[in-house]
């Protein structure tokens, strides 16, 4: 029945996983944010995602620790982050061809890894959720907390989360205050605003999107970590199912402001939560509305693009690539 979805344990559920699932969304978006805001369009994000989510769980997988697998993830993302900055930036390549070419090569060669060194899915123990430390630290606490109405609710939300969903949370002021409070992040706006003039001024373009391109890549990096040892605890091939082309749509519905993109992130997140409870619940709903549920986040950044046309403004050197004296 379609009342079960407003039962107060569905929605805390849904809330739960929404919460949860804008973790990737988070990291991506945030890293894509700060490439483009220097004038760097990189839409390689989901092959970095990808290389970045089999890196952290062959390393997991291998070591038992969640925090090596996302240094390792943190490692790839940069590389590849620093490979899409030497072919937009040193080489001067149309940003949007060489952006899918980093995705092509991510796709394939995380698809090559994942046949040759595992072959078969399997399963990580990756970070746990926060809950289960403070049940193990403090046993008596969160039975108390819980039992509080309301702050029981909230408690029971927060308690399901990991340490990845709290970094990605926590990034957003932290990416508000260096964007728009820090001499950084006003060679950030120059460089992607008015080039020439930033040079003039003596703020080196190229060394300042060579170093957000390849925090972009960092940042897709651990994107993917927190799929596949932090949300899922597994790897398969095509693992981000075009989150990383959606992470950079939700740069645009932002509007290349971090507070834009977390709302942005919250509302696709929980669109896809809303359908996943619905599926999980068995509700019956015809077979053509089936296929379009599956399809809701997808159909969702459509229209965000849609709508994003001609409302926003875009950074005016995005795509642009930038020689001095020319």
Do not use: C, H
């Amino acid at each position: 029945m379609i009342s079960d979805l407003f039962t107060t344990t569905v929605l805390i559920g849904i809330l739960t996983s929404g919460i949860r699932l804008a973790t990737p969304y988070l990291f991506a978006s945030i890293g894509e944010m700060f490439g483009q805001r220097s004038g760097v369009l990189n839409l390689g994000v989901e092959g970095m995602m990808l290389m970045g989510a089999f890196a952290a769980f062959y390393v997991t997988l291998t070591y038992g620790n969640p925090w090596l697998g996302l240094l390792a993830a943190v490692i790839v993302g940069g590389v590849m982050g620093l490979a899409m900055a030497f072919i937009s930036v040193t080489l001067g390549a149309e940003q949007g061809i060489s952006g899918i070419g980093v995705y092509l090569f991510g796709l394939g060669m995380s698809d090559l890894l994942f046949q040759r060194m595992l072959g078969t899915v399997e399963t990580v123990r990756g970070f746990r959720p926060v809950g289960d430390f403070f049940a193990t630290q403090f046993p008596n606490l969160l039975p108390a907390l819980l039992a509080i109405p309301i702050i029981g609710s909230i408690t029971s939300i927060l308690a399901q989360q990991n340490i990845m969903v709290y970094l990605a949370y926590a990034l957003v002021p932290v990416a508000w205050f260096v964007l728009y409070r820090t001499t950084l992040g006003l060679k950030i706006r120059a460089a992607g605003e008015n080039p020439a003039a930033a040079d003039a001024l003596g703020v080196s373009v190229a060394r300042t999107r060579y170093a957000t391109v390849t925090l972009g890549g960092i940042m897709a990096g651990i994107a993917g970590a927190s799929l596949s040892i932090a949300l899922l605890n597994v790897f398969q091939q095509n693992l981000t199912s075009g989150l990383g082309f959606i992470a950079v749509a939700l740069v645009y519905f932002g509007g290349w402001r971090p507070y834009g993109v977390l709302f942005g992130a919250l509302l696709f997140s929980m669109v896809n939560a809303l359908q996943l409870w619905i599926q999980a619940l068995n509700i019956p709903i015809p077979f053509d509305a089936s296929e379009l549920l599956i399809m809701m986040p997808y159909v969702l950044t459509i229209v965000v693009l849609i709508f994003s046309a001609g409302r926003v403004r875009t950074p005016a050197a995005l795509g642009t690539p930038y020689e001095r004296g020319s």
